[in-house]
C-alpha cells in the first residue's frame, strides 16, 4: 500500500516515570492533583481530546505500572481512545524508546508529551498532528521568547556568571509538547541516537541530530510546564476559569 493510501493512524506517548525533584518531596510529580485530578490523568484528557489520537500510551515508573493502570481506570476517559501502561527506563529517552517500541502496526504518527503539561489545549495537539501529517518528520509547538536570554560561562550555584553572549530574541522560540514525529523517523532516532549522560530529553533534538528537518507550529501559554511550586498555583487558576467558562 503506498503511502497516500495508508491510513493515518495516531498514537501518543506519555513518559511518566521521573520524580519531579523540583516540586518538592512526595508524590512523583505526573501523579500530583490539579484540581484534585492528578496532572497524569488531564495529560492524558488532553492527548485523548484530540479526534485523530486513537492511542494513549502512558509509560510509568519501573515499579508503578499498575498503580498507573489503576489510576487510568478510575478516571473518565474518552471512549473512543484506547490506552495503554507500560514500564519506562531510568531515563526520559530510554521511556519514549519503551513507549514508542509498544505501538501497535498500523501507527503512522506518534506524540510525545510532557505530563507535566497538562493543559496544552486541542488546537495545539491538532496542529502538530496536521503538520505531521502534511509530511513534517518532525514538528514542535513553540512560543517567542517574552524575556531577553543571556548566554554565560556556567560558574557554582550562587556565583556570579559572566555573560558571552547576547542571543537576538527574534530568532529563538521555547519549546513546548507534543511533539509530533512520522513514526519511522522517531524510531529511527532512538535506534541511532546515543544516550549521553541523563539521555536526551527533546525528541525533536535527536532527530535533528539526524539531519532530518524540524519544524515549529504556534504553541499555546497554557501549554506551560508545571515544574515549580508557583506553577501549580498558575495550572489551578488555569483550570478554574476553564470550569467557570466551559461549566465541567
Same mark, same amino acid.
Given at each position: ?28 510529580? /505526573? ?14 484528557? /488532553? ?12 509509560? /510509568? ?20 481512545? $484506547? ?98 514525529? $512520522? ?18 530529553? $527533546? ?31 498558575? /495550572? ?9 467558562? $466551559?461549566?465541567?
Amino acid at each position: 500500500m503506498s503511502d497516500e493510501a495508508r491510513p493515518h493512524r495516531t498514537a501518543a506517548v506519555i513518559p511518566a516515570a521521573g520524580r519531579g525533584v523540583r516540586l518538592g518531596p512526595g508524590a512523583p510529580k /505526573a501523579l500530583r492533583t490539579l484540581g484534585g485530578t492528578p496532572m497524569l490523568i488531564h495529560a492524558v484528557r /488532553a492527548m485523548a481530546a484530540s479526534r485523530a489520537v486513537s492511542l494513549v500510551v502512558v509509560v /510509568a515508573p519501573p515499579d508503578g505500572a499498575t498503580e498507573v493502570k489503576n489510576l487510568l481506570d478510575e478516571h473518565a476517559l474518552p471512549e473512543r481512545t $484506547d490506552y495503554l501502561v507500560v514500564p519506562g527506563g531510568d531515563t526520559r529517552q530510554e521511556s519514549v524508546r519503551l513507549g514508542v517500541e509498544a505501538l501497535p502496526d498500523g501507527i503512522t504518527t506518534v506524540l510525545v508529551h510532557d505530563a507535566a503539561r497538562p493543559l496544552v489545549p486541542v488546537d495545539t495537539v491538532d496542529a502538530v498532528i496536521e503538520a505531521v501529517r502534511d509530511g513534517a518528520p518532525a514538528v514542535v509547538p513553540a512560543l517567542p521568547l517574552a524575556d531577553t536570554v543571556k548566554q554565560v560561562e556556567p560558574r557554582q550555584k550562587g556565583e556570579p556568571e559572566p555573560v558571552v553572549a547576547t542571543p537576538e530574541r527574534a530568532l529563538l522560540r521555547a519549546v513546548q509538547t507534543p511533539q509530533g514525529f $512520522d513514526r519511522d523517523t522517531l524510531q529511527r532516532a532512538h535506534r541511532t541516537v546515543l544516550p549521553v549522560g541523563e539521555g536526551a530529553t $527533546d525528541c525533536a533534538g535527536m532527530v535533528e541530530r539526524l539531519g532530518a528537518p524540524v519544524v515549529v507550529v504556534p504553541g499555546h501559554e497554557e501549554a506551560f510546564k508545571v515544574t515549580r511550586p508557583l506553577d501549580l498555583v498558575l /495550572a489551578e487558576a488555569v483550570l478554574a476559569r476553564r470550569r467557570a467558562n $466551559d461549566g465541567f
